[in-house]
């Protein structure tokens, strides 16, 4: 059976995941994020944004789920903590899987490679923000993330309320059974 596959983006995954990038924020924000800030997305601006990340050595590790007839799917992205100071020395910036592909365990992939990758830069433990009412958040609990912080950040012109989850150790929370999932629930 064919299998989705997670593996390190290329340059020419930008045009892929700046479609999914855009095309998942217009499924998951309606309500949460104003309308015209959606429909105001460009899939170009955000292709030369990823263009750039993944051709930067230095940069951002980004990541990508791959079906053999969909193409790239799901995608994240991560690095060193930024922004507020907290306990925490990563940071995963991005998580994104397609709407059609959702729930079957690859965004669960996703989060553990980028994981594998913060653990090898020499980042032990790490955060993602996801907006206060965003359902993701049940993601991150549901895979041991804890509550780490809140902030209230002036987003697109709206007061937007985040909360951060942490994980203090990823290499204990990688070998947790949240996890261990095998073989792959994607397949279809
Ligand atoms: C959030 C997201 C990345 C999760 O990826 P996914 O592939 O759908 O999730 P998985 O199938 O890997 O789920 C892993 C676990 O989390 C749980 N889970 C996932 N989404 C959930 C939700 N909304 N509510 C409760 N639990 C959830 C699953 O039940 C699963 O646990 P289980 O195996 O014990 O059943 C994905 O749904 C997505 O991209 N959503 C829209 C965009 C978004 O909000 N991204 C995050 C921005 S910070």
Do not use: K
């Not at 998580?95 to 020499?122: N, P, T």
């Not at 942490?166 to 279809?188: C, I, K, M, N, Y």
């Amino acid at each position: 059976m064919a299998m989705t596959t997670i593996r390190d983006a290329r340059a020419d995954d930008a045009p892929a995941i700046a479609r999914v990038h855009v095309a998942t924020w217009r499924t998951t924000y309606p309500g949460l994020i104003p309308d015209s800030i959606l429909v105001g997305m460009s899939v170009e601006r955000h292709e030369a944004m990823w263009q750039r990340s993944i051709a930067n050595p230095s940069g951002d590790a980004v990541v990508v789920a791959e079906h053999p007839a969909d193409g790239v799917v799901g995608f994240a992205s991560c690095g060193p903590l930024r922004g507020l100071a907290l306990p925490f020395a990563g940071e995963v910036y991005t998580l994104y899987v397609a709407q059609d592909h959702q729930g079957r365990g690859l965004g669960r992939r996703l989060l553990a490679r980028s994981f594998g990758i913060l653990l090898e830069r020499g980042y032990p433990s790490a955060i993602v923000w996801v907006l206060a009412t965003n359902p993701s958040r049940f993601f991150y609990r549901a895979l041991g993330g804890e509550h780490a912080a809140d902030r209230t950040e002036a987003l697109w012109g709206v007061l937007m309320d985040e909360t951060a989850f942490g994980w203090r150790d990823l290499r204990l929370a990688l070998s947790s059974d949240r996890f261990a999932v095998a073989p792959p629930a994607d397949d279809f």
